[in-house]
C-alpha cells in the first residue's frame, strides 16, 4: 500500500530531540555534584529512570506498530527495515545497562557508581544517535509514504497512554524544552483540548519547578 501523498510526520524528529540530550544532560547532572544530598539522588535517579522509560516505550511503539507495517508492505526494503530495527536491540542492552548502574546509584551513592552511571549514560548516548539519524533519514520517509495518519498518529497515542498522570507535565516539558516556538505549537496542538486550555497551571508551572530542582537542586 502506498499513500497518495506523504503524510505528516514531522513529531518523530521532534520527539528525538528529547533523546538526543537527555542522557548527556543526566549524566553531566551526577557528575556536576560528587556528594549530593539523599534527596538529591532520590530526584536524579527517579529522573534518570523515567528518561530511560520514554525512550524504552517509545521503541515499543515503534516495534509494534510501525516496523511490521513497513516490512510488510516494502518487501524490496526489507533488509534497511530489518537492519534500522535491529539497532533497537543494542539501545535496549545500553538502557538495561544504565538502569541497573542507576539503581546501584541509588542505592549505594559514591563517586564511583556515580561515574559509572555517568558512563553508561553517555554509552546510551552514542549507540543511540546514529539510530536516531538512521531512523529520521531513512525510516520516517519511507513511512511517510507508507503508513496512514491514523496509523502513525496511534503510535504517538500508545507512547502517551503509557506516561503515568502525574509524570505527564515533567514528560511535556521535557519534550517541549529543546523546540523552537514553530515546533512547540505543533506538539502543544496535539494535546487533548482542556489540557491545552489549562496547559499553563497543568503543564508550565509544574515544568517550571521541576526544571529548577533538575538543574540547580543539591
Ligand atoms: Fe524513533
Ligand atoms: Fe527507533
Known sequence: MSAATPIDVRDMKIVHETFRRAYDQTAGLVRANPTPSAQRVTFLADHCDFALGMLHTHHESEDELLYPLLAERVPDQLAMVERIEAQHQEVTGAIDAAAAACREWRTTPSHETG?????????????LQPHLDDEEGQIVPLAAVTVTQEEWRSMGEH??????????????GMLLEPLDDDDRRYMKAELPRPVRLLFPILIQRPWNGYKEQLLHGT
Open 159 to 172: 507512547s502517551r497512554s503509557m506516561i503515568p498522570k502525574d509524570r505527564m507535565a515533567v514528560a511535556f
Open 115 to 127: 561515574e559509572a552511571l555517568a558512563a553508561a549514560l553517555e554509552e546510551l548516548n552514542r549507540v
